[in-house]
């Protein structure tokens, strides 16, 4: 997976969207409410490796769509949880359910 960090973002909005959250283990990182811990993360999404999960949260990491707190206690405890301008994309994906569900049904009425 590509680093996102140090990519030049698309002049277009549109396509700096579709870089940030085109893959859709992101969108469903998105839809997980509050903050998780990498083992709830993993149960929620399911399907997903303990590899992908932790790239993806690493370049979401990267460009400021999460945030990742260490806390100082044996064992370590990491939580992960959506920055201010990450649950701002949660209408967005709101309204990307809705299409789905409105397609699902149209098809589902040939």
């Not at 859709?24 to 509050?34: A, F, R, S, T």
């Not at 939580?79 to 201010?84: F, G």
Request: glycine fraction near 8%; include cysteine; hydrophobic fraction near 40%.
């Amino acid at each position: 997976m590509t680093e996102l960090k140090y990519l030049e973002l698309p002049p277009c909005p549109v396509a700096t969207t579709a870089l940030l959250i085109g893959d859709h283990w992101k969108i469903l990182i998105i839809l997980l409410n509050g903050t998780k811990r990498f083992g709830e993360l993993t149960k929620g999404l399911d399907g997903i490796s303990n590899k992908v999960l932790s790239q993806h949260l690493k370049v979401m990491e990267s460009r400021g769509l999460i945030e990742r707190r260490v806390y100082a206690e044996v064992p370590v405890k990491v939580e992960y949880s959506l920055t201010d301008i990450g649950w701002k994309l949660k209408p967005l994906i709101h309204e990307m359910w809705q299409w789905g569900e409105l397609y699902k049904s149209i098809e589902a009425n040939k």
